[in-house]
């Protein structure tokens, strides 16, 4: 059994940093990718940012230059950093990690259950 623990998240105004924390537990081989997905009311569920094995890292447009991820998938552990919070940054933050628990069992996705960053005056 695979789990995804996340925290972080919170109520902070325009302008401030929050920094948002994952790891994953259980019987796990490998992971290839850690990373986070973002969910706003009414909006279908996006990624945010990735961290692959080996340590590159991408982001989507929005976040590039305001938030910073980290973390090693080796010890199964990613952290958000996020700078300059906008309201529209505002949606339930999700873990999410690409991994294979055994050698002969697939490659799956497995998902946090979500924390909630709110960003208002």
């Known amino acids: 059994q695979v789990q995804l623990v996340e925290s972080g998240g919170g109520l902070v105004q325009p302008g401030g940093s929050l920094r948002l924390s994952c790891a994953a537990s259980?019987?796990?081989?490998?992971?290839?990718?850690m990373g986070w997905y973002r969910q706003a009311p009414g909006k279908q569920r996006e990624p945010v940012a990735g961290?692959?094995?080996?340590?590159?890292?991408n982001y989507t447009d929005s976040v590039k230059g305001r938030f910073t991820i980290s973390g090693d998938t080796a010890k199964k552990t990613v952290y958000l950093q996020m700078n300059s919070l906008k309201p529209e940054d505002t949606a339930v933050y999700y873990c999410?990690?690409?991994?294979?628990?055994?050698?002969?069992?697939?490659?799956?996705?497995?998902w946090g259950q979500g924390t909630q960053v709110t960003v208002s005056s």
């Open positions: 961290i692959f094995a080996g340590g590159t890292t």
């Open positions: 259980g019987s796990i081989l490998t992971v290839y990718v």
């Open positions: 999410n990690a690409v991994l294979r628990t055994a050698v002969f069992r697939p490659i799956s996705t497995y």
